[in-house]
């Protein structure tokens, strides 16, 4: 709950993703679309 409260005081999006797929995170820290981008701006949705 915290992060989600930083997040919004401070702007920052956060980037929803399934965590028990193993490439996931791989692919989020390669900027790979993939999960849910919620930010201030807009949310953008891609396919996983």
């Known amino acids: 709950?915290?992060?989600f409260i930083l997040a919004r005081e401070y702007g920052l999006p956060i980037h929803v993703f399934n965590f028990d797929r193993p490439v996931s995170m791989k692919e989020v820290c390669e900027g790979k679309?993939?999960?849910t981008i919620i930010?201030?701006?807009d949310t953008l949705?891609?396919?996983?």
């Open 45 to 48: 949705i891609y396919d996983e």
């Open 33 to 35: 679309k993939t999960g």
């Open 1 to 3: 709950m915290s992060a």
């Open 39 to 41: 930010s201030q701006d």
